[in-house]
């Protein structure tokens, strides 16, 4: 099994920076992509970056120019980096992963337990 820890989320000011980690451990063959997703109450799940194995990124039109998604493959970790934040950015940011483990030939996607960002006006 692949286990995706988050941290780095909390309570800042509308203009200000947050930057998220997400490290997974466990029993890891590979991780594919990964990227971040959003939930804010009463809201869907949207997806707000994924980067591939090779580094290759993608943003939600809302958050681009602001936000920078990056991995470390030696560590199994990928970030967040959010500049520029707005109220609108308020939500429970989850990780997610694409990985085979070393018990399964299969791919599964992974999430981690989520980390609360509050962005206030």
């Known amino acids: 099994q692949v286990q995706l820890v988050e941290s780095g989320g909390g309570l800042v000011q509308a203009g200000g920076s947050l930057r998220l980690s997400c490290a997974a451990s466990?029993?890891?063959?590979?991780?594919?992509?990964m990227g971040w997703y959003r939930q804010a109450p009463g809201k869907q799940r949207e997806l707000v970056a994924t980067v591939s194995r090779v580094g290759s990124t993608t943003y939600v039109d809302s958050v681009k120019g602001r936000f920078t998604i990056s991995r470390d493959n030696a560590k199994n970790t990928v970030y967040l980096q959010m500049n520029s934040l707005k109220p609108e950015d308020t939500a429970v940011y989850y990780c997610?992963?694409?990985?085979?483990?070393?018990?399964?030939?299969?791919?599964?996607?992974?999430w981690g337990q989520g980390t609360q960002v509050t962005v206030s006006s």
């Open positions: 997610n992963a694409r990985a085979r483990s070393t018990l399964s030939a299969s791919v599964y996607g992974y």
């Open positions: 466990g029993s890891i063959f590979t991780i594919y992509d």
